[in-house]
């Protein structure tokens, strides 16, 4: 399958948490990064998740925010990494963030990047909810 996601990962299952309604999911997707995703009940009993199982996770580059510091939030993912890029357009920028041997991109505005002036080589978070996580099995 091919999407428009600038933000596709695989990794491994390694921990399945089911509530009433939904089910967090929280996938390894290198050493040292791990995503959390929540999808429903249905979702999960769909793709057949297990742990151990390997999956797809997919997020937006839009639905990234991008911090200076560890902020205190209800978001699940929180992922500290170096900026590698920023390549500014006319109303947004693109932020590489590297992270262990993966790459975050995020789409932020332009007046965003400059309040916050991000620069290459900046320590950085990447914070979104999981419940911006797709899972592809």
């Known amino acids: ?19 009433a309604v939904m ?8 050493d040292s990064v791990h995503v959390c ?5 249905e979702g999960k009993e769909f793709l057949g998740l297990k742990v151990g199982d390997t999956v797809g996770a997919i997020i ?10 560890k ?4 978001a699940r993912n929180n992922i500290q990494g170096s900026v590698s890029e920023v390549i ?3 109303v947004n920028s693109e ?5 262990g041997n993966s790459v975050v991109c995020a789409v932020v505005t332009n007046e965003s990047v400059d309040d916050l ?4 080589g900046d320590n950085i978070y990447a914070i979104f909810k999981a419940s911006s996580v797709i899972l592809v099995a």
């Open 1 to 19: 399958m091919k999407t428009s996601a600038r933000n596709q990962f695989e990794g491994k299952v390694v921990e399945l948490i089911e509530g």
């Open 23 to 30: 089910t967090e999911v929280k996938v390894d997707v290198s």
């Open 37 to 41: 995703a929540t999808i429903t009940n």
């Open 60 to 69: 937006k580059a839009s639905s990234i925010i991008l911090s200076k510091s």
């Open 71 to 74: 902020l205190k939030t209800s």
């Open 88 to 90: 500014r357009g006319a």
């Open 95 to 99: 932020v590489k963030i590297s992270i």
């Open 117 to 120: 002036s991000i620069a290459k």
